[in-house]
């Protein structure tokens, strides 16, 4: 599906919004792409209020959401290497009532999680204000509220 910016964020806190815990979603792309931009709303749609700073220098932040709901946001890009997880709590997460989102997954290596949603975000074009948008289902995840998506949302 490709959406804008705006529409992004509205899928975003809709996911948020219903989505059952524990959930890992693994958050692709370039820089720019919109990462921070879903996660953000996500988080929102799932009860988080108040500031939510990018996690790329803390790695991670945790906040509460909605129904005694825990969000994890995670930036794995200054990662060096997949054995500096542990030291961040990587193989607790997921086993309580954890919506986990994390950009830059692929930072993790072949520690992912096998039931998980990877989320691919891409800019079509250089100034586009449009984000092409792949949902990929790993193993047997939750539920993903607002998938499958059969149709290009068009503004």
Do not use: C
């Amino acid at each position: 599906m490709t959406l804008t910016e705006t529409e992004l964020a509205a899928w975003g806190r809709g996911i948020g919004a219903q989505v059952e815990v524990p959930i890992f979603l693994g958050l692709r792309g370039q820089l720019g792409a919109g990462k921070s931009v879903l996660a953000r709303a996500i988080a929102r749609g799932a009860g988080v209020e108040g500031a939510m700073p990018s996690p790329t220098f803390n790695l991670l932040f945790r906040y509460p959401g909605r129904d005694g709901m825990e969000v994890v946001h995670m930036d794995l890009y200054r990662l060096r290497e997949p054995d500096e997880l542990w030291e961040l709590g990587w193989e607790e997460l997921g086993r309580g009532p954890e919506l986990v989102l994390v950009e830059w997954p692929e930072r993790a290596g072949e520690h992912l999680p096998t039931d998980r949603w990877d989320i691919h975000l891409a800019i079509p074009e250089a100034g586009s204000d449009r984000r092409i948008v792949q949902v990929h289902r790993v193993g047997t995840p939750p539920h993903l509220p607002g998938y499958p998506v059969s149709l290009e949302v068009r503004s």
